[in-house]
């Protein structure tokens, strides 16, 4: 029962580089939501997908793009991190069928140098 | 857009009864209560969610008013493992776009023995 798996767990980038970040479920949910998390603050959306094939905006998408090809699975792509950018990511899922809270990953903490 | 306001932090004592109250003046008629917790390095977790009067469940009691304007989670007889930021969120993915869904600052409870 894996439910939200993150992956990787921590990574450190220098400025400019790019990467990836992984999120998979396994428990059929058509959304999907990636946040980031600063110190001390809130967990701030960047982007969304209500479904395979869909993406969509949300609080803060700049610098950052996303896909949904298969529906467990939801990437965040930084494609020249920032020192910004430094942050503890979160990915979550849930079922658009009803309104269930979303479940969540243990989160990325990234760090660029 | 369903803003919350919620106290920064709040401190107990160990056995005590806690509340914390969130107002949520805009709630929309088909908005959903819902109240995560989160510890440190982890996601956030699903607490408890309401839309009117009373709901309890095993580890939490949320009550809503009649004008839903506000909802308060109720945490009986708190111990030190309850120390963690509670977040309050309005919204129903199924009448609203994800991205009016926002989770805020929260409130920082810390219990003392």
């Known amino acids: 029962n894996a439910g939200v798996t993150q992956t990787p767990k921590f990574r450190v980038l220098k400025t400019g580089q790019s990467m990836t970040l992984l999120c998979a479920q396994d428990?059929?949910?058509?959304?999907m939501y990636w946040y980031r998390q600063d110190p001390g603050m809130g967990l701030r959306l960047i982007h969304y997908?209500?479904?395979?094939?869909?993406?969509a905006k949300g609080e803060v998408p700049d610098g950052y793009n996303v896909s949904r090809l298969k529906k467990q699975n939801f990437l965040l792509g930084l494609e020249s991190a920032a020192p910004s950018q430094t942050s503890v990511y979160f990915c979550?899922?849930?079922?658009?069928?009803?309104?269930?809270?979303?479940?969540f990953g243990d989160g990325t903490r990234l760090s660029i140098l | 857009l369903a803003k919350t306001t919620q106290p920064i932090s709040m401190d107990s004592y160990e056995g005590q009864e806690v509340n914390i109250t969130c107002s949520h003046n805009?709630?929309?008629?088909?908005?959903?209560i819902t109240w995560y917790q989160q510890f440190p390095s982890q996601g956030p977790r699903f607490i408890i969610q309401?839309?009117?009067t009373k709901v309890t469940n095993e580890v939490a009691s949320l009550f809503i008013p009649a004008d839903r304007k506000s909802s308060t989670l109720s945490l009986p007889r708190v111990s030190l493992s309850d120390t963690a930021v509670y977040y309050c969120l309005v919204g129903d993915v199924r009448y609203s776009s994800a991205s009016k869904i926002i989770f805020g600052s929260g409130t920082r409870l810390s219990i003392r023995p």
């Open positions: 805009n709630i929309a008629t088909n908005d959903y």
């Open positions: 979550a899922s849930s079922p658009a069928d009803s309104n269930q809270p979303q479940h």
């Open positions: 428990m059929n949910h058509e959304y």
């Open positions: 997908s209500v479904g395979e094939g869909t993406t």
């Open positions: 309401g839309y009117k």
